[in-house]
């Protein structure tokens, strides 16, 4: 499995910007469709944003459409999401998390998709 770090959250303002980073070792970062969560106070972990191996293709929950950009760098092992327009209902805890091997992009929104995920990193976004 890949080991997964996250960095970049915080508190901001609603309307404000984050840009979270995944720094992935251990495995070849490349070989991983690559995905992001977040689990806020008292609800289930949800979907995201998800990007390809070689980040040709991306896939976004409805609610970030327009306002955050999955994107990789796979010479640096990293992984990012930029968080524009944030709003107060973003507030949640962000994982990273590098998709299984046999995974298809079919599954890709799905987290059971995934097998190895990083610690989490709070974003809080006030009104």
């Known amino acids: 499995q890949v080991q997964l770090v996250e960095s970049g959250g915080g508190l901001v303002q609603a309307g404000g910007s984050l840009r979270l980073s995944c720094a992935a070792s251990?495995?070849?970062?490349?070989?991983?469709?690559m995905g992001w969560f977040r689990q806020a106070p008292g609800k289930e972990r949800e979907f995201v944003a998800a990007?390809?191996?070689?980040?040709?293709?991306?896939t976004y929950q409805d609610f970030v459409k327009g306002r955050f950009t999955i994107s990789r760098d796979n010479a640096k092992n990293t992984l990012y999401l930029q968080m524009n327009s944030l709003k107060p209902e973003d507030t949640a805890v962000y994982y990273c998390?590098?998709?299984?091997?046999?995974?298809?992009?079919?599954?890709?929104?799905?987290?059971?998709?995934?097998?190895?995920w990083g610690q989490g990193i709070q974003v809080t976004v006030s009104s």
């Open positions: 998390a590098a998709a299984r091997l046999s995974s298809t992009w079919l599954t890709i929104q799905q987290d059971v998709a995934y097998n190895s």
């Open positions: 251990g495995r070849t970062f490349s070989n991983y469709h």
């Open positions: 990007i390809s191996r070689s980040a040709s293709t991306t």
